[in-house]
């Protein structure tokens, strides 16, 4: 089947190609076939009675059916989405590392900033300038200078942080 | 698009889309079904396999779908993940040529950021 690699069963949650391990497919498939046999089942033994009395039974097994396949159904889902949750977690917690820093509000970022530079100062050498939190900045001991000076120097803004 | 592949690559898709539509139209036939007879005995066997099993087809249907969504959104998360990689490799060539730079002045340092510039794009 392609919605799971052969070997997906034992591989840990960042290194499979689905959400899902191959034991979550056997089981979903599992269940929910079950329950279509129970619903399969009761419809077979209520068309072949009379009574409606006796069809209390048959009914409830089918209903019975459609709430287990429901049940495999929202275990699957919640298998998938805790699945990748958990790696958006792992990835997010990479982004320091790269070197990357997630800004939802660009006031907060700017007064992160470290005293020693005003705003609308940043710091550089060579050919590029960056902005005073930049990973790429970090242990320089460039002094901060205002944007125009940076640019009639002839350096060009860092890739990295964008100023 | 080729038919092939679109089956190929979109097939838990395709599958949900046929589950719903059968069973919409299960419930639909069983309706007919429960409306043309007038005693309860005969009517429940339509309730059973048209209600109830419809309504089992629909939800198998929602859970395909929903999954495909989530094998998408994964993929794209494979795709971010090869991307914070280059990244991370290219930031540390990067802060090897600042350093360079700042101790020799030396002109290193504008190809590597060219490069890390075209990987960040």
């Known amino acids: 089947m392609s919605l799971l690699s052969p070997s997906s069963r034992d591989q840990p949650v960042l290194q499979r190609s689905v959400p899902w391990r191959a034991d979550d497919l056997v089981r979903w498939l599992s269940v929910s076939a079950l329950g279509g046999v129970g619903i399969v089942v009761g419809w077979y033994i209520a068309a072949g009675e009379a009574s409606d009395s006796r069809q209390v039974v048959p009914l409830n097994v089918a209903i019975g059916g459609v709430v287990l396949a ?3 159904n929202l275990t699957w889902l919640l298998r998938g989405w805790h699945a990748v949750g958990e790696r958006r977690k792992a990835l997010l917690q990479q982004l320091p590392a790269a070197g990357l820093a997630i800004t939802f509000d660009r006031r907060a970022a700017t007064a992160s900033e ?24 970090r242990g320089r001991s460039w002094p901060p200078a205002p944007l125009a000076m940076h640019l009639r120097a002839g350096r060009k803004p860092c890739g990295v942080c964008r100023p | 698009m080729d038919l092939g592949k679109l089956l190929r690559q979109q097939w838990d898709r395709l599958a949900a889309m046929l589950a719903v ?38 939800g198998v249907g929602a859970t395909l779908w929903i999954s495909s969504d ?5 993929q794209k998360l494979d795709r971010v993940e090869r991307a914070l990689d280059a990244t991370r490799g290219a930031i540390l060539l990067q802060e090897l040529s600042e350093d360079t730079a700042d101790d020799a002045d030396g002109d290193v340092h504008g190809d590597i950021q060219g490069e890390h510039t075209a990987v960040l794009r």
């Not at chain 1, 100062?121 to 050919?127: I, K, M, P, R």
């Not at chain 2, 069973?23 to 059973?48: D, F, K, T």
């Open chain 1, 114 to 137: 470290p005293h020693s530079a005003a705003a609308g100062e940043f710091v550089g050498a060579a050919h590029y300038f960056h902005r005073p939190t930049c990973s790429l900045a």
């Open chain 2, 70 to 74: 989530l094998r998408d959104e994964w």
């Open chain 2, 21 to 58: 539509g059968v069973g919409a139209l299960a419930v639909l036939l069983g309706w007919i079904g429960v409306s043309g007879h007038a005693y309860l005995a005969n009517q429940l066997p339509y309730l059973i396999s048209g209600g109830v099993g419809g309504l089992f087809l629909l």
């Open chain 1, 70 to 72: 429901g049940f495999a």
